[in-house]
């Protein structure tokens, strides 16, 4: 199965500010998926990266808030903009594996960001 | 609505007292039901698919099974090791993936 390297694995950010969270894979994929995972809450997805195309926000997740690239078929980016202590959680990146649409999901270890 | 509901919310067991974790899930046209384990400061890693009622699947002391309504985990003689949020999930007719919010089971020597 993939492995997936993502980076920061945590940070502490101010209110206000941006941070971007990286995923690298060590095969190429066609697409990535950004989860967030709140406390006590289920994993969401925030939205689908493809390669050569803009991403796929899930409903409750814009673009402006959430701005993903995706230069290659091993790299993608998630940036967190204007951030409010809401957006304290989990951010972990995904890919899927199989050829059917019922796919195994493998993630990385996940971003923790802490909004103060 | 579809949706995906697992309890308990938490779980304590002493070593080798084994229990069960269940899934219950409202989905239309379910293309398969996935469990994951996720450790602290780790990405869920997944364990088994199930794709049609009467399924089982089995790996080591963990046996995960599934009917139209709910899909139960089997833990049978647990060990510390064993200790860790279990994640259910489903893939809907849509082809969207819908996670419950997890079980954190924690085993004591």
């Known amino acids: 199965s993939a492995v997936i390297s993502q980076k920061p694995s945590r940070d502490i950010c101010q209110r206000g500010t941006s941070l971007t969270i990286q995923c690298q894979v060590d095969s190429q994929v066609t697409m990535m998926f950004w989860y967030r995972q709140q406390p006590g809450q289920s994993l969401t997805l925030i939205a689908t990266a493809n390669q050569g195309s803009e991403a796929t926000y899930e409903s409750g997740f814009v673009i402006d808030k959430f701005p993903i690239s995706r230069p290659n078929l091993t790299f993608s980016t998630l940036t967190v903009s204007n951030m409010s202590p809401e957006d304290s959680s989990i951010y972990l990146c995904?890919?899927?594996?199989?050829?059917?649409?019922?796919?195994?999901?493998?993630f990385g270890a996940g971003s923790r960001l802490t909004v103060l | 609505e579809d949706q995906v509901t697992q309890s308990p919310e938490a779980l304590r067991l002493q070593e080798g007292e084994s229990s069960s974790l269940n899934c219950s899930y409202t989905?239309?046209?379910?293309?398969?039901l996935f469990w994951y384990r996720q450790d602290p400061g780790k990405g869920p890693e997944f364990l088994f698919t199930?794709?049609?009622a009467g399924e089982e699947k089995e790996k080591e002391r963990l046996k995960a099974t599934l009917t139209k309504k709910e899909s139960f985990l089997h833990i049978t003689a647990p060990k510390p090791e064993d200790s860790a949020t279990y994640l259910c999930a489903v893939i809907s007719g849509t082809y969207k993936y819908i996670f419950g919010t997890g079980t954190r089971l924690k085993v004591l020597a």
């Open positions: 995904s890919v899927g594996q199989g050829l059917s649409g019922a796919n195994v999901l493998t």
């Open positions: 989905v239309s046209g379910l293309r398969g």
């Open positions: 199930l794709y049609s």
